[in-house]
């Protein structure tokens, strides 16, 4: 399968930004995808990028697709104690296959 | 109520039992999935189907086994569970229409194999 990775814990001050990488293979990726996980919960999508875009925002989400690097970022802006979870990137394939990085648990401290 | 119901949420079984984990979902969705997680693993896709005679192995299929009874169930079986297997499951949904084939999943079934 294709190989996604992330760092695995990230910690921050409330009000400061986050920024979560993710680096990823393959370079047919239709879609790439952020998932935000709260404990004891399902993931649920956070916001995605199609892969002819270079950036996406969305209220206090940024996303930054480069694709010659392979490399997908995730900006919290003012991140919040409720920010705290695991965030997980995807990529899907072109046979509609979903492929997970480890996750990056964010620790937002008061 | 949930769209994507897993049951049970918790077992805890023995070494060599058979365990079966069960999902429905009410989005009318064609495209199902069973993911296992571990920590520091992330999800690794275990089986999928794209429709009620479409049955494909995921990246780590050995030892599980599904079966996709209607549209809206798909289940999944450990025949002779061994304590490896001890993770969270999450069953997943997607419209796999073409555009952004956003997952929806489940809340999870935690096993507990000793």
């Known amino acids: 399968g294709e190989d996604v990775e992330q760092s695995l814990f990230l910690s921050v001050r409330e009000g400061d930004s986050s920024v979560i990488n993710c680096t990823y293979t393959?370079?047919?990726?239709?879609?790439l995808y952020w998932y935000k996980q709260e404990p004891g919960a399902g993931l649920q999508l956070l916001t995605y990028?199609?892969?002819?875009?270079d950036m996406k925002q969305d209220q206090r989400l940024t996303v930054l697709l480069n694709k010659k690097d392979k490399h997908l970022s995730l900006r919290i802006a003012d991140t919040q104690t409720g920010d705290s979870a695991i965030y997980f990137c995807?990529?899907?394939?072109?046979?509609?296959?979903?492929?997970f990085g480890s996750g990056t648990k964010l620790n937002v401290k008061p | 109520d949930a769209d994507v119901t897993q049951t049970p949420r918790n077992r805890i079984t023995k070494t060599g039992k058979r365990i079966m984990l069960e999902c429905s979902q009410t989005?009318?969705?064609?495209?199902m999935y069973w993911y296992r997680q571990d920590p520091g693993l992330g999800l690794q896709l275990i089986y999928y189907?794209?429709?009620?005679?479409?049955?494909n192995k995921g990246e780590i299929s050995d030892g599980y086994s599904v079966s996709r009874q209607a549209q809206a169930k798909f289940s999944l079986s450990l025949e002779s569970a061994i304590p490896n297997q001890t993770a969270l499951y999450f069953c997943?949904?997607?419209?796999?229409?073409?555009?952004?084939?956003?997952?929806?999943f489940g809340e999870g079934s935690r096993l507990t194999v000793l």
């Open positions: 989005k009318g969705h064609d495209r």
């Open positions: 189907s794209f429709d009620v005679k479409d049955i």
């Open positions: 995807a990529e899907e394939d072109n046979f509609n296959k979903f492929y």
């Open positions: 393959d370079s047919s990726s239709t879609y």
């Open positions: 990028i199609f892969s002819n875009m």
């Open positions: 997943a949904t997607s419209e796999g229409t073409e555009g952004s084939g956003e997952l929806f």
